[in-house]
């Protein structure tokens, strides 16, 4: 699914006119939500319009065509439209990180990093795609090299996002290495289906992709756990989008408690009527969801704040995997060229070079 915003639409300018067409959007997004979700509806339009919205490049600054959102405010955001509907919030749960660690500072090729928030910055959306049906945490899915050129196959489940996604980020396995890798979902290789049926939200677009010699282009290849804290930062980010969503759905939940108490009548035994609004038991049931609902959403703001004013220590060079063979060696079948003083020692292991 292509979700890029359509052309001549002009995307807000500041932070107030988003939220002002923001808050609007959501208003048909929550008087449709239950019964899309009841007839299995896929949010596809409500994507595109969130999209040419620019909510997916909101974290940009403003000159790479965001609008230099905090990530705190992009939280108290997510809350919002998860209170409208909370699978509309959540399957953006991989793309916000994946923006993240973009602007993280852990790529340390400018060329390439640009390269991605040009295409956040039109409009492109990222799914997430980690886990697979296995008993534990075992990966199968592959990467494979003819020459130069690198494929992906494999099978995950819970791909959050990823039917309405342009571009897939998942995890991997090069050779015995673990690797996070970035596709393209529109490849004719790859197959999203609706076939979620556990818990949560079920229009999130969790189930099963399949992936069948799909390229990958080797700067997209990133050797997993190669730094703590980016690790850390992204782990932090996925955590406290799912919690957003939750305090999202407290939001509607006290909303819908006082849109059924306010209309109701309460006839007696006597001539004349009360209000239950009035009652003091039903006031206290009220306060009580109002107050657990905002301290959840003060919660996950706050924590969303100590995100934005976490020190970032200048990260490494990102290792990346290459696709060409070390010059020289031979006996080398699973091994790449780097800037190398031994050229023609043989290779009986990968080798990886910064960039």
């Given at each position: 699914?292509?979700?890029?915003?359509?052309?001549?639409?002009?995307?807000?300018?500041?932070?107030?006119?988003?939220?002002?067409?923001?808050?609007?959007?959501?208003?048909?997004?929550?008087?449709?939500?239950?019964?899309?979700?009841?007839?299995?509806?896929?949010?596809?339009?409500?994507?595109?319009?969130?999209?040419?919205l620019?909510?997916?490049?909101?974290?940009?600054?403003?000159?790479?065509?965001?609008?230099?959102?905090?990530?705190?405010?992009?939280?108290?955001?997510?809350?919002?439209?998860?209170?409208?509907?909370?699978?509309?919030?959540?399957?953006?749960?991989?793309?916000?990180?994946?923006?993240?660690?973009?602007?993280?500072?852990?790529?340390?090729?400018?060329?390439?990093?640009?390269?991605?928030?040009?295409?956040?910055a039109a409009?492109?959306?990222?799914?997430?795609?980690?886990?697979e049906?296995?008993?534990?945490a075992?990966?199968?899915?592959?990467?494979?090299?003819?020459?130069?050129?690198?494929?992906?196959?494999?099978?995950?489940?819970?791909?959050?996002?990823?039917?309405?996604?342009d571009?897939?980020?998942?995890?991997?396995?090069?050779?015995?290495?673990?690797?996070?890798?970035?596709?393209?979902?529109?490849?004719p290789?790859?197959?999203?289906?609706?076939?979620?049926?556990?818990?949560?939200?079920?229009?999130?677009?969790?189930?099963?992709?399949?992936?069948?010699?799909?390229?990958?282009?080797?700067?997209?290849?990133?050797?997993?756990?190669?730094?703590?804290?980016?690790?850390?930062?992204?782990?932090?980010?996925?955590?406290?989008?799912?919690?957003?969503?939750?305090?999202?759905?407290?939001?509607?939940?006290?909303?819908?408690?006082?849109?059924?108490?306010?209309?109701?009548r309460?006839?007696?035994?006597f001539?004349?009527?009360?209000?239950?609004?009035?009652?003091?038991?039903?006031?206290?049931?009220?306060?009580?969801?109002?107050?657990?609902?905002?301290?959840?959403?003060?919660?996950?703001?706050?924590?969303?704040?100590?995100?934005?004013?976490?020190?970032?220590?200048?990260?490494?060079?990102?290792?990346?995997?290459?696709?060409?063979?070390?010059?020289?060696?031979?006996?080398?079948?699973?091994?790449?060229?780097?800037?190398?003083s031994?050229?023609?020692?043989?290779?009986?292991?990968?080798?990886?070079?910064?960039?």
């Open positions: 699914m292509s979700t890029a915003a359509p052309v001549g639409r002009v995307r807000p300018a500041t932070l107030e006119e988003f939220d002002r067409e923001l808050d609007a959007l959501l208003i048909g997004v929550a008087e449709r939500a239950a019964e899309q979700e009841r007839t299995r509806t896929l949010l596809r339009e409500d994507v595109r319009a969130l999209q040419a620019g909510f997916g490049a909101l974290r940009l600054p403003k000159e790479d065509g965001g609008l230099g959102a905090t990530f705190e405010q992009l939280v108290e955001r997510v809350v919002r439209i998860a209170a409208a509907d909370s699978s509309l919030a959540h399957l953006y749960r991989g793309h916000i990180a994946f923006v993240e660690g973009l602007l993280g500072g852990y790529d340390s090729d400018p060329a390439h990093n640009r390269l991605w928030v040009d295409r956040i409009g492109d959306l990222v799914g997430n795609a980690q886990s049906r296995q008993e534990t075992q990966i199968t899915t592959t990467l494979a090299r003819d020459g130069e050129r690198i494929t992906l196959t494999g099978r995950k489940y819970y791909t959050t996002g990823s039917i309405y996604a571009w897939i980020h998942l995890s991997a396995l090069d050779g015995e290495q673990r690797v996070g890798v970035t596709v393209s979902a529109l490849d290789g790859v197959d999203s289906v609706d076939d979620w049926d556990g818990f949560g939200q079920l229009l999130t677009g969790t189930g099963t992709t399949t992936f069948d010699r799909v390229p990958v282009d080797p700067a997209d290849i990133v050797v997993a756990g190669e730094d703590a804290r980016r690790g850390d930062h992204i782990a932090s980010v996925f955590q406290i989008v799912l919690l957003a969503v939750i305090a999202g759905i407290g939001r509607a939940a006290l909303r819908d408690t006082v849109e059924y108490v306010r209309p109701r309460r006839i007696f035994g001539a004349g009527e009360a209000a239950p609004r009035a009652d003091a038991l039903v006031q206290e049931t009220i306060g009580a969801v109002s107050a657990a609902s905002e301290a959840a959403v003060r919660l996950v703001l706050s924590a969303a704040r100590d995100v934005d004013t976490a020190p970032r220590a200048t990260a490494p060079a990102r290792t990346r995997r290459s696709a060409i063979c070390c010059s020289g060696s031979s006996g080398c079948s699973r091994s790449w060229r780097r800037s190398c031994m050229p023609s020692r043989s290779c009986s292991r990968s080798v990886v070079r910064p960039r």
